[in-house]
Structures are given as structure tokens and as C-alpha cells.
């Protein structure tokens, strides 16, 4: 039977960027068997779409076992076909529907139903080989190229993946233990990756056990992602939750991230790759995150930083049982730079570390990268920051001839745990100053009465992104 497609009338509430025009999209009812009913379903995106389709319109069996590899992309091929007649979505219905990976088209929106659930395949020939990243120059689990993420696009515009709290679970475990045994001969794929990609949307749903990094836009600009549930064990390889790569204009809004690495690691390539590449992460908005990782960063700026970040503003951030609040890795011969970076009203409990900062994170891609190539490290910025029961309230190590500059805490209260180091800033190749913050810092950071550390009152593009009220009609039997 040729797939159904459901249309209804939708209302386009508010514009995506002010390039886009206001208005209303009339669409067409499509009539389906007379014996179903229809449910008509509501979501906020920053387009909304002309088109629908159910992934069993395409021959997909939700029952956990069956492949539906194929199901996923004959319809994504076959909506792909209404990209510049209003664009499609998608609809993933409730059930647990085994895939392997694929690719997204422009204009498009995958929406999993309340109780769908997008399984990742255990069956390595379902994940195509793709080659390393240009800013990396090798894979990050062994030299060679990495398997395709599981839900994967490049060169897209208008991309959503969203739905009612649905569940993406990429079944990390079989991919963790090959990691851990060093069978890997490619590098593990991540859950979601967007390349070349702009106008992005990732929010509403749960991920759990990704294979390696769960979400990953990276080369990309104006992001979206909110309202994420990222939920892997504490001692999972290198589960990022969410990483920003090489990317302009992001905003990262109330996620709740439990990982066994950074809850959000920014990043911008590796060494002379990355210097090469030459592709910062800028203009970043953090807001409203919860993070557990106790043996992480709830926000980890780097290591991979040889494309420069600069202008990331955090806020309204939460850590509980965490390694470190916001961390800065760098090395020599990374190169790049990470400056003006802005942290505020922070909440730390049980944490190892409050500040964080590394320049001798030597872990390179290749014996080719440049000693020259000293990161610059500058502007740093943390205000109005609780913490209770701390070992350490800061390790800051700069580079020797190449020290961190303008470092500026404000408004600090650190209680420490029953047991804490003796030393409790260990302070090294920095500079900066510091206001009623305790314990007292190091000499390094010396008190300056009066100071309030900076944080931008402009408003960057992406913070004006409004999201339009959208519907798909689909029938049920």
C-alpha cells in the first residue's frame, strides 16, 4: 500500500529569523481509510511542515527485533521529495523501532510520539564507515576513519528532531566494552550528528546510552537545543552529552545531563587540524542545565579548542556530584584560543573542583603537532557561585611563558566537605583578580574590593529565536 500522507491546516504562529516571513500556511487534508481516526498532534519547532508520513507507513515493525534500517530510509528518501513544497515530518509512533543509521533531509522534522523508541543496532553493517573530520585529522578511538552517528545529515537547512518526550536509546553497552577491550578499529558513532548544517532544532526527548557523544552539530550555526533528558552510566566511555563543534549562534536550555564524561564539552578541532580548519564555537548560550558527572566537567571548554571559542555565556547552572564546574583543557600545541567566556548564579554540591583550569592536557592526534603553538587563554569570567562540600576550590595551571590572563571571580561562597586538601588553591602561570570570594584565593588572584565580573546585557541572534506552534494530523486504526 503507497504510504498515507496526512496534511491539515496550520497556523504559522511567529517567525525563525527575521529573514523569514510571518504568515499562514494552508495545507491540504489527505483522505485515508475510511475506518481510521484521526489524532492530531502538537509541538513548538522553528518551522513547522506541510507534509506527514508514520514510519509504519513505510513496512516498520516497533517490536524491538525487527530491522527498520530500510523503514527509516524510504521515508525519509520519500519526504525528502516535499523539501521545497513546505517541507514533511515524520511521526515515529509508540513502540521500539531497531535501526541502524540514517540520514536526515532539509526542511524536515522527525517527531517521536510519547512511548516511541529509536533503538541503535547492534549489527556493526548497519553503521557506514565515514571519514575522519577535518578539524581532527584522526578518529578519536583509533587512527582510521568513525562509523556514521545514528541519526546523521550534513549540508541541511531546517532540520528539527523532536517530539513528546520520546526515547532515542543507542545501546552504548556492546560499543563501551569493545572501547574498553581496545577492539575498536573505527571510531564508535555518536547518537546525533549534524554537519554543514544551519537552522537545527534538537529538543523534548530522552537519549540514553549512546555509543559516544550523544549530540553533536558540528561545522554548524543556529542551534536549538532544549528540553533534553541525557542519561548514561557514570563510568560510560566518553559520553558526552552535548558538544558544540566549530559552531556560531547555539543555545543549550534546561537539560538534565547524567554522563560518564563532560555534561557539555565546547570544542573547535585538534591542534594543526584544527588550526588548519581554523573553525571557532562562538556566540553560545548555556542555560538552566543540570549535570551529574562525578568524574567530569559539568561544562568543559576544550581540550579540543585549536579553532578558538570565544563569547560562551553560561547561566542558571546546576552541578551535583560532579567533578568540576567549568573547565578549561588546553596544551601546547593546541593553538586557538578560549576568551570571554562568562559564567553566572552557579550551584555546585559535592563537587571535587569549583574551578578547573589545565594547560597540560597533552593528548595529541599525531607527533606532528606544532610546540609553537601556544592557546591563548583570556577573559574568564564566574559571578555569583554557591558550592558546598568541596575538596578543592580551584586548580589553575597555566602554561609556563604562556599564562591564563584576565581571570575575574566575583561573588563566591565555597563551603568545603569535612575532609578537605589542605591547599586549596593551587595556582599556576595565571593572572587575575578576585571579590569576596572564600576561601581566600591564591596570591595570583588577589582581592580587589568592589569588583563585579562581567557579563554581556546584549542579547545574541540566537536568543530571539521564537518557535512557531505546529501540528501533524495522523490517523489511527
Known sequence: MEPCLKFKTSHVVQGFFVILVLGTLSLRVAECRKNEVAETLEYP??????????????????????????AFKA?????????SDGGAQLIVPPGKWLTGSFNLT????????K?????GSQDESEWPPLPVLPSYGRGRDAPGGRFSSLIFGTNLTDVVITGNNGTIDGQGETWWKKFKAEEMTATRPYMIE????????????????????????????????????????????????????SCTNTRIEDCFIVSGDDCIAVKSGWD???????????????????????????IALGSEMSGGIQDVRAEDITSIDTQSGIRIKTAIGRGGYVKDIYARRMIMKTMKYVFWMTGTYNQHPDPGYDPKALPEITGINYKDVVAENVTYSARLDGIHGDPFTGICMSNVTITLTEKPKELQWNC???AGVTSNVTPKPCELLPEKEGIDCAFPEDRLPIEDVQLKSCSATIAIL
Not at 75 to 83: D, G, H, Q, R, V
Not at 196 to 222: C, E
Open 45 to 70: 519547532a522553528i518551522n513547522c511542515r506541510k507534509h506527514s508520513a508514520v514510519l509504519t507507513d513505510f513496512g516498520a515493525v516497533g517490536d524491538g527485533k525487527t530491522s527498520n534500517t530500510k
Open 75 to 83: 521515508a525519509i528518501e520519500k519526504l525528502s521529495t516535499y523539501a
Open 106 to 113: 532539509s526542511h524536515f522534522t522527525l517527531f517521536l510520539q
Open 115 to 119: 512511548d516511541a523508541v529509536i533503538l
Open 194 to 245: 549534524l554537519m554543514y548544517s544551519d537552522q537545527i532544532q534538537i529538543s523534548n526527548l530522552t537519549l540514553i546510552n549512546s555509543p559516544s557523544w550523544f549530540v553533536h552539530p558540528i561545522y554548524s550555526s543556529n542551534i536549538l537545543i532544549q528540553g533534553l533528558t541525557i542519561l548514561a552510566p557514570v563510568d560510560s566511555p566518553n559520553t558526552d552529552g552535548i558538544d558544540p563543534d
Open 272 to 298: 594543526q587540524y584544527g588550526i588548519k580548519f581554523g573553525m571557532p564555537t562562538k556566540q553560545l548560550v548555556i542555560r538552566r542545565l543540570t549535570c551529574i558527572s562525578p568524574d567530569s566537567a559539568t
Open 428 to 430: 599556576s602561570g595565571i
